[in-house]
């Protein structure tokens, strides 16, 4: 009888076991960063803003005369993927998530500095929030005018659900359940998670709070959850493109280690000086700053008519040079062929800038037709990289891009177009800019200038 006893108990634990499996937590491989009782494990730094425990959530209220606050965690991490509920109750209150932050002590008179990547919250008109700031460092790696989709997945007042994947050097972003940035970086490795609360600049702003609960993070076994659809890649590999990328149809026009795919404009070979590759980047040479006057512009063996093209490029002081699109080298022109232009310039040191009309020869503008909308902290300067990028949609939509952030759009051949040519200096060209398809174009104007990472797809 207490043999059969026995196997009746096991039998009972068992069906209870597997009728309260769901009740139960299992060890899957997450870990809680937040115990729900206290701030064991995470410490405030950088500025005076509070955080607290109240009913299970942690809570950060914003304080007057306070630079950026962060909640830290004592321990570092490398690849992990982090879950997290995050509620913003007022559009004043940004806020983000460190992701491998790093931290100076001395910084700032020794109050300390916070910088790295941060996945950001941002409740304003702009509504960018789950993408990716480098806080305190190089700015914005992934505004959401690359991906406008995610927009809306940020709900003001309520708990928003933040996925970060951090492993190797890729990091992706989700906002309730919505897929979000995709960055490939490689500056830090490993650093600590960190909750912000963000400075103010109104000091009746003091109080407003921002909360988060359910803070969670996996080191071991990661599996990254597919996107389901095709995001755009800021990918900072040099001339390499991602499984992703590859997938969803993206290719290099430049490959960083000789001159396949392109030739000298109205040339069978590409130039035999002037242009070179080297480390990885794409060279014209400086010479007697004239346009198309020694080595000429090279342009792709290929042609594109709808397309996403993205390059990044470097000029040196006084610079001047251009990405041309629907370059047909039919117009028998002297000097640069012809088409429509991304202007590649420093616009504090070239009189172009000041040259056309209401400054419609800037970087980044459609050059001679529309200025770029840009706000100079999206503009790097001479001597770094820029990354440039231009959508051609095949209903004839076209945007220009300069860092992530849109700064002009236009249709061909709408009439506002049309009245736009009418007035430039391509008015003597009959159907200027309209071709079906054209060459891909890079400007020698007799300045030294760089590009390299040259991708582009093409849109059906």
């Known amino acids: 009888m207490k043999y059969t006893r026995n196997i009746l108990a096991v039998l009972i634990t068992s069906a209870v076991l597997v009728s309260c499996a769901g009740e139960q937590k299992v060890d899957d491989g997450w870990k809680d960063l937040f115990n729900g009782n206290d701030l064991s494990g995470w410490k405030t730094v950088a500025g005076t803003a509070t955080f607290e425990v109240v009913d299970g959530t942690i809570v950060g209220s914003a304080v ?13 991490y490398g690849d992990f993927i982090l879950e997290l509920d995050l509620k913003i109750e007022h559009s004043s209150s940004n806020s983000g998530v460190m992701a491998r932050g790093q931290f100076d002590p001395a910084a700032r008179d020794g109050n300390g500095l916070v910088y790295g990547y941060q996945i950001e919250a941002d409740p304003s008109e702009r509504a960018w929030s789950g993408g990716l700031y480098d806080e305190a460092r190089r700015g ?20 928003n659900h933040y996925r970060i994947e951090a492993i190797g050097d890729e990091i992706k972003t989700w906002v309730n359940g919505q897929p979000v940035a995709y960055v490939v970086d490689d500056m830090d490795k490993t650093g600590f998670i960190g909750l912000q609360v963000h400075s103010i600049r109104n000091a009746e702003d003091a109080g407003r709070k921002t909360t988060f609960k359910n803070v969670k993070i996996q080191t071991e076994n990661l599996e990254s959850m597919a996107f389901d659809k095709d995001i755009f890649v800021v990918n900072n590999r040099l001339n390499s493109l991602t499984d992703y990328e590859k997938e969803n149809g993206w290719k290099l026009l430049f490959n960083g280690q000789n001159s396949e795919g ?3 404009a109205y040339k069978e070979t590409f130039p035999e000086s002037g242009w070179s590759v ?14 198309s006057a020694n080595a000429g512009d090279i342009v792709t063996t290929e042609q594109f008519s709808a397309f996403d093209l993205a390059f990044e490029f470097k000029l040196t002081e006084g610079a001047n040079s251009g990405v041309k699109y629907f370059v047909t080298l039919s117009e028998g ?3 640069s062929a012809i088409g429509l232009e991304y202007q590649v310039l420093d616009d504090d040191n070239h009189p172009d800038a000041k040259m056309g009309r209401d400054g419609n020869r800037t970087m980044a503008s459609l050059y001679d037709l529309i200025k770029a909308d840009k706000n100079a902290r999206f503009i790097k300067p001479v001597g770094e990289w820029n990354k440039g990028r231009v959508v051609v949609t095949p209903d004839n939509n076209v945007a220009h891009y300069l860092n992530g952030v849109k700064v002009v759009e236009y249709v061909r051949g709408s009439q506002e177009y049309l009245d736009l040519v009418a007035i430039s200096k391509y008015e003597k060209w009959d159907n200027f800019g309209e071709a079906e398809e054209g060459h891909i174009l890079l400007q020698d104007h007799g300045d030294d200038v760089s590009f390299k990472n040259i991708k582009i797809k093409t849109l059906n």
């Open 64 to 76: 007057a005369d306070s630079p950026n606050t962060f909640l830290i965690t004592e321990e570092t």
């Open 140 to 159: 914005w790696l992934y505004p959401l005018d690359l991906n406008p989709a995610a927009k809306t997945a940020f709900k003001m007042g309520e708990f």
């Open 262 to 264: 392109w030739r000298g």
């Open 278 to 291: 080297k480390d990885g980047e794409l060279n014209i040479a400086a010479s007697d700053g004239r346009e």
């Open 333 to 335: 022109n002297k000097g």
